[in-house]
């Protein structure tokens, strides 16, 4: 946790304090996950299916923030991608 707090000093200080935060979460109940899964398979047991989705649709905000401007002019420099797993 300690590191995290490191983590976000130093970004602060390499590009300015963030106009914008946002959080994103993978659901285990995504229909792209859910559908690719075996008879008797957990989401916890297809790492690849649920990251692979998750990097779909953070591909597809992104898109959305960076290219169609759906919130505005946004500037994908400062965009810091952090994932951690409990």
Known sequence: MQQNDQD???????HGKPDMFLTMTCNPQWSEISENLRP????ENR???TTKDFNLKLGQ???DLFKRHILGTALPQNLHQHSSTL
Request: proline share 12%; net charge neutral; charged share 10%.
């Open 8 to 14: 976000a000093m130093v970004i602060v200080a390499r």
């Open 40 to 43: 008797g398979q957990s989401p």
């Open 47 to 49: 790492p690849d299916l």
């Open 61 to 63: 905000l992104c898109q």
